[in-house]
């Protein structure tokens, strides 16, 4: 199997593997416990935690959820007032927006999925918004949204600006002017089941779970080991931000040239190249992930598979049903080789083609 599908999860790295090992097999001693194998449990958490934080603005403390989706409602669902947030966001913030009850406001994207700043900050007075959404990579096609640009704008009207960093966490700098910034251990490498949200000094959401108040804001107890996995994973990141970003580049490139006479959804230029969404026209997607089964790749989001909807990214950003339902996305990463993504890539292209003799 090619696995070409890293937004939609990363393979686990062996260091974030070996960080978890003794905490799953020898350790088990509850990190909020006062007695000594509770307090080495919680200095392995602690560790953990400033290796995540390390990869964050200065100014604000790192608090571990069970993933970004819990991230996201708590920074939602803990505050008050008016909501701006754009057309391409994840459901994840979006569903959290509607199903919060605040009145709300979506503001269109550009043909490459960039939102402008300056619209987002006239939405922000118009409503009177105290709480800002903008991602920051999108996990569809790869798009970088101006997040400088967006806190820059927004500042005056004192409005907190949320940051889903998902996609972009561990690859790209966090961009300073953020108030609390959303995080996934599964997407740089890490285990499944633990993410985080940076909170600035002086925000405080109001919790969203209650029952212990373990995190200061967040119930629940912690698991060392998926608290050691993500701090592996993202001090693995730290000193290979540079390294993969080259990496994932030159794979883009490569990609590009071997699917020419392919349509790219979203930015060219100002994109995570690791995401590659693409289209072709009269492509049938079932039956190309059916003809190739031993390529992994996406038809779109993964979140909205199965739901026979199509993107609502794609839209946003003006394709037509026909044109969505043609594309895939192509996800590459660290352990991705050029052989074998040309090899993968040369194979998906062969059964398009044959698809156009068929018909």
């Excluded at 993107?311 to 192509?330: K, P």
Aim: aromatic residues 4%; hydrophobic residues 45%; charged residues 20%.
């Amino acid at each position: 199997m090619t696995y070409l599908d890293y937004q939609a999860t990363t393979p686990l790295a062996p260091e974030a593997l070996d960080a978890m090992l003794p905490w799953l097999r020898d350790q088990h001693a509850n990190p909020h416990s006062p007695h000594r194998a509770g307090r080495a449990a919680k200095a392995a958490v602690e560790v953990a935690r400033a290796q995540v934080a390390a990869l964050m603005p200065p100014g604000g403390r790192v608090v571990f959820t069970s993933g970004a989706t819990e991230a996201l409602n708590w920074a939602i669902k803990g505050g008050t007032g008016a909501i701006v947030t754009q057309a391409t966001e994840h459901a994840a913030v979006l569903d959290t927006v509607a199903a919060s009850g605040r009145a709300s406001v979506v503001v269109p994207v550009d043909r490459d999925g960039r939102v402008d700043p300056s619209i987002v900050a006239a939405a922000v007075r118009e409503s009177d918004a105290r709480l800002v959404a903008v991602m920051l990579v999108n996990n569809e096609i790869g798009t970088i949204q101006p997040i400088a640009e967006i806190a820059a704008a927004v500042r005056p009207s004192g409005a907190l600006l949320l940051c889903d960093a998902v996609q972009g966490y561990g690859r790209v700098a966090i961009p300073e002017g953020c108030d609390m910034v959303a995080i996934s251990a599964h997407k740089i490498h890490g285990p499944k089941g633990i993410g985080a949200l940076w909170i600035r000094e002086g925000v405080a959401p109001a919790p969203l779970l209650h029952g212990g108040d373990q995190e200061g804001g967040r119930s629940g107890t912690l698991s060392p080991a998926l608290c050691a996995g993500f701090g592996a994973a993202a001090r693995l990141a730290a000193t290979r931000m540079a390294q993969d970003a080259t990496h994932v580049a030159h794979l883009f490139a490569a990609a590009r040239a071997r699917l020419a006479g392919w349509t790219v959804n979203g930015a060219e230029d100002r994109r995570w190249p690791g995401n590659l969404s693409v289209r072709r026209d009269g492509l049938d997607v079932a039956r190309l992930m059916s003809d190739v089964r031993d390529v992994a790749f996406s038809a779109g989001s993964a979140c909205a598979s199965g739901s026979g909807r199509t993107s609502h990214v794609l839209r946003a950003i003006g394709l037509s049903d026909v044109e969505a339902r043609t594309t895939i996305r192509i996800g590459v990463g660290r352990y991705t080789t050029q052989t074998e993504l040309l090899v993968a890539l040369d194979r998906l292209v062969a059964a398009v083609d044959a698809q156009k003799v068929a018909a």
